[in-house]
Structure formats: C-alpha cells, structure tokens
C-alpha cells in the first residue's frame, strides 16, 4: 500500500510586513470565507499566529479604550477555528513585542527583525510568551489544545542552535519553517539547500536544522517546495502579491541594514542579478495563495508518485497568507480541494494537532520513512 499523503494547509495570520493594513481586512474576513470553503470539502487548516501582532492589537485596546485593531474579533476567530475543528499554532515576528504605534501603523523593532538572530534569552522569552498566550486562550474552548508546533518570522531558523533550544524548551516539538532549495541573502538570510527533505520529517540536530539527528527533540515538518524555472511562478495571484509588497515596503534603512544611505546597485549589477534569475532554479513553494490549483494538483501527484514506495502517512504541508486571500485565489484555489477530497484512498487533510498525537511519538523513536524515497 502506497503512503497516504495527509495535505496540511498553514496560514500565516498577520498584516502587512511594514506594519500597515487593517487587521479585520487582511486577517478575520479573508479567514472567515477561508473557514467556509474547508469545511464544505472537510478540509482542515492550521492558522500559524502571530501572537507577537496580536498582543500588540489587545494591547492598544487596553490602553486606549478602543478596538480599533479588532482584537476581540481575532480572539473570536481563533476560538472559533479551534471549537469548527480546524487548529491554531504559533508564528513570530518578534520585531512586534517592541512596536510603537505612530502616525497610523506599527513602527516595529527592527533589531529583532531577524528572528535566527535574537540571544537565546530572548528566544526563549518570546516563544514562551507566545505559546502561553495561545494556550490560555484557546483551552477553555478545547482543555486537550496544545500549542506543539511553529514558524519563524520571515522563514529565518539559521543559524538554528538557539532556536532548536528554544523551542525545545518551552515543549515546542515541530517546526514548519524550512523549504527544501529555499536560500536568501541579507538582514534575514538562510539556506536550506541541504536540507534532507522536501516532504519527509526529520528528527532536528540542534546545530544545524538541515541536518537529521536520531537524537533530536525537535522535529522539522518541511514546507513542500520544488526547484523550478522562473515560468512556473507566473501566476496572476503572484503578480497581485508583488503588486502588494511594492505598495506596502519595509523601511528603506532596515532593508540597506540600517543605512537609509546606501549606495544603490549599479545597472550592470541589477542587469546580471536579471539574467541569473532567468537561467537559474528557483524555490517554489506550495504556496496556496501565489499557485493555481492546477499547479497544485500537479506538485501532489509527482509528491505521491516520488514517495510510492513508502509506508505509512507523510505530511504535504502548504502555506499560504490571510491578507493574500483574495476573491480570485478562493475560486483559482478551489480545485485543489475538491481534487483532494475526491481520493480518499491516497489523500487526506491533516493538522499539526494530527501530527503530533498519531505519529510524533512513534517517529521520535524509530522514523516510518528513509530519507531516501528510493
């Protein structure tokens, strides 16, 4: 019998990364409707929240007597994700426990912008902070809720010594930030190139993340990703999402690592940067919002055809974000679901709740699957 592949749909809920946008918009109402169409084809998704914005939109509440960052409808919504049967975890931006707000949006802390880059006193505090916030939150609606997995802020979980610890410590036990081809350069930078896997987990060495331990207390759960040429990231959801960033920048001084002076790239520079990118791979991510669901039934079958030969359950986890979910990405996306639901007998919906209570324990000590498909 051939691995049964449980599709995981995660959700970062936040606004804008400059700290613009109204919470309501791009959070509560593209989540509602997102609720909506996963039940009525028994689809699960996992809201990955940043807790770190939240505590900032309750905090402006408190202080100023006004919600005007609808913080009572996010907690609602949460606790309504978990009471529908759906599953809420934890995602960080930490450059939010320091914001101020000014002139109409948040002025977030730059200096902890890079999350892979926080002292582990640090990380320790805000992973607690975050997992003790969803944990008395979402309890009362369901006492066996367990705040068990995360993601880092901008997918920055290198260098990963202090964050591994970090989580273990605070009885995190998944992590879902790592792309298989995924690299980046700069303030944030990472490369997960090595990394054993685009689909099967791995027990986490506490030096290295792409690394596999037997050892290891945390496991890594990968986003799937692919290697593909520039073509495949044509999509209109993509052109809407450049559109957004472009009307929604970070800071100019954070981006230039702190000098809003820096010299410009020269035209020779950005010439040569545009022909790599146009002869090079490029990590392509099961993004739910940026792909169509035809490219996403096709990522499914070559998973399902790459991994035939195993036993057992394996996790395709996709991402995706609220205030990318448009209109267009709920009709183009649709497919997707029903192409899932239909094949029972190869395909299910899963959560990381799921995950941990069926296989975490049972993988911890003897893996089902060889990190080598063949």
Not at 239 to 245: A, G, H, I, S
């Amino acid at each position: 019998m051939a691995a049964m592949l449980n599709v995981i749909f995660t959700l970062d809920y936040e606004i804008h990364g400059n700290g613009e946008g109204c919470p309501y918009e791009l959070m509560v109402e593209p989540t509602r409707r997102m609720l909506d169409l996963f039940d009525e084809y028994g689809a699960k998704l996992t809201i990955m929240a940043d807790v770190a914005e939240i505590l900032k939109f309750k905090e402006y509440k408190e202080q100023r007597g006004r919600d005007d960052y609808h913080y009572e409808a996010i907690a609602d919504q949460l606790r309504e994700t978990i009471r529908r049967g759906h599953d809420v975890q934890l995602h960080l931006h930490a450059s939010y426990f320091n914001a101020r707000h000014e002139n109409g949006r948040w002025s977030q802390d730059w200096s902890e912008y890079n999350f892979a880059g926080l002292p582990l006193e640090r990380l320790n505090e805000v992973v607690r902070i975050g997992k003790q916030y969803l944990e008395d939150l979402l309890k009362p609606v369901a006492p066996t809720y367990e705040c068990v997995a995360f993601r880092a802020a901008n997918w920055a979980v290198c260098p990963s010594r202090n964050i591994v610890r970090a989580l273990v410590e605070n009885g995190i036990r998944i992590d879902t930030s790592v792309f298989k081809h995924g690299r980046r350069e700069g303030i944030v930078g990472f490369d997960y190139s090595d990394a054993p896997s685009e689909l099967v987990p791995w027990l986490v060495d506490e030096d290295n993340i792409n690394r596999h331990n037997d050892a290891g207390k945390l496991v890594e759960v990968p986003i799937y990703c692919e290697p593909r040429w520039i073509g495949a990231f044509l999509t209109p959801n993509r052109v809407q999402r450049v559109l957004m960033t472009r009307n929604h920048p970070i800071a100019t001084e954070y981006r230039n690592g702190g000098d809003a002076a820096a010299v410009r790239p020269t035209l020779t520079t950005k010439v040569i940067k545009k022909i790599s990118m146009l002869t090079r791979l490029h990590a392509w991510k099961a993004d739910f919002n940026q792909c169509t669901g035809r490219q996403l039934i096709a990522a499914l079958n070559r998973a399902a055809c790459k991994y035939a030969s195993a036993k057992g359950e394996l996790s395709f986890v996709l991402i995706g974000h609220s205030k990318l979910f448009t209109r267009f990405n709920q009709w183009s996306f649709q497919p997707f679901l029903a192409y899932v639901a239909q094949r029972p007998e190869s395909f299910g919906f899963g959560t990381f709740a799921n995950f941990d209570r069926q296989s975490l324990d049972t993988f911890s000590t003897a893996p089902h699957f060889s990190l080598d498909p063949k």
